[in-house]
């Protein structure tokens, strides 16, 4: 099971970190993603991580703005983001999928609730 949480309202400009909690399994072996949902727009790739490596890739829209960690202690991956703008206003949504990363929204097996994120101009 997982459960995001973080979001908010923050300038742009500002910045957010959002959490995804893991509990019932250990992700050792998988993949976890972000995903964000804007009003009217479909669901999108923002990033992934490889919970064994720590290997990431992000969607070329958020690199260099945003980065995904995880601390296997807490079993809980992070999405640090920063220097944020309007256009990143979205549902956040934390995912996990056994084996490689990826950035399809279909190859993910569990998904989180979501967490609102709102950056004003």
Same mark, same amino acid.
């Given at each position: 099971q997982l459960q995001a949480f973080g979001g908010g309202l923050v300038q742009a400009g500002g910045s957010l970190r959002l959490s995804?909690?893991?509990s019932g399994r250990?992700?050792?072996? *998988? @993949?976890?993603g972000w995903f964000r949902q804007a009003p009217g727009k479909e669901r999108g790739f923002v990033a992934t991580i490889n919970?064994?490596?720590?290997?990431?890739? *992000? @969607?070329d829209s958020v690199k260099g703005r945003f980065t995904i960690s995880r601390d296997s202690a807490d079993n809980t991956m992070y999405l640090?983001?920063?220097s944020l703008k309007p256009e990143d206003t979205a549902v956040y949504y934390?995912?996990?999928r056994p084996g490689l990363m990826a950035a399809k929204e279909s190859h993910y097996d569990y998904w989180g609730q979501g967490t609102q994120v709102t950056v004003s101009s």
């Open positions: 995804c909690a893991a250990t992700f050792s072996g *998988y @993949a976890m919970w064994n490596s720590g290997s990431t890739y *992000y @969607a640090q983001m920063s934390c995912a996990a």
